[in-house]
């Protein structure tokens, strides 16, 4: 088998694609900004059913300065980039959120192709794919891009840009090769107390923390476990280098859809879920995507989003994570 660094070993989808590396048989590594993190990945690697035996290699490095990336990817065959910054609100500054994104991915692209590694699988997002000017009817695939110049959130130009910038640099380089994915709205099981965005949407909704009447929201959803599972074919896969893979599990959904689905799964548990939502009026906002190519050239089967949102909702009651009903 072959050793793999994961960036971003403490994160949703970090700590997934970890547990899906150990499951196939890899040696995994992973970096962490703190190595005071390593107790809460373990128990996270714990709380999936990881065996206490199979041992994960922590490395400190932080996506802002070049300090331990060189140690992080040394032997290492194939790097799953799965570190990001998200900020929880917008900044004034676009640049507080494009630059991290940008200089990161350059940062270990850079690393990579200093240590001879085959293959970086980066995680982009949806987000640079879907943000331009295309008609209500499009349907997204991955021949599609977020454009730079766009009136769009800082977040979401910082993704188009690092993707960008990470295709430009092993187009330089000539290595390594690199493939990306870009998910949707990432659902699915938490393994641990730090929740992600999409997350926290199921956790307010399940704490009576939005408004009696939902805003007319709409995202693609795709399961956590299903998009761990991309980044492994994406490495390995001889067809997927130089490619792109959106991960999504069908349809867009709503805010009031993911309602609906929480209410009829968990009863009494759900009693704080609103019931309505603002009239929808009209498409624009729901962003079709295909997945296609992801599931017709890697044989990807992902769960459905009903799967993927009740699985969010499940683990966030059994970690006791939810504060209306511990």
Known sequence: MSKI???GG????GSHCIVAALAAGHEVCTTLRSLDKAGEVRAMLAAAGVDAKREVAFYEADLGNDEGWSDAVAGCDYVLHTASPFPLTQPDDPNDVIVPARDGTLRVLRAASHAGVRRVVLTSSFAAVGYGPEAPSHVFTEDDWTPIGAPNQ????????????????????????????????IFGPVLGPQLSTSIRIVKGLLEGAFP????????GVVDVRDVADLHLQAMIDPSAAGERFIAVSGEPVSLLDVAAILRERFGERAARVPRRGVPTSSETNHRRSSSDKARQRLDWKPRTSVEAIVASAESLIRLKLLETLN
């Open 5 to 7: 660094l994961i960036t």
């Open 10 to 13: 403490s994160g949703f989808l």
């Open 154 to 185: 800082p977040y979401i130009l910082s993704k188009a840009i690092a993707e960008r910038a990470a295709w430009d640099f092993v187009k330089d380089r000539g290595t390594p090769e690199l493939s990306v994915v870009n998910p949707t709205g």
């Open 212 to 219: 009696p009447e939902l805003p007319d929201v709409w995202f």
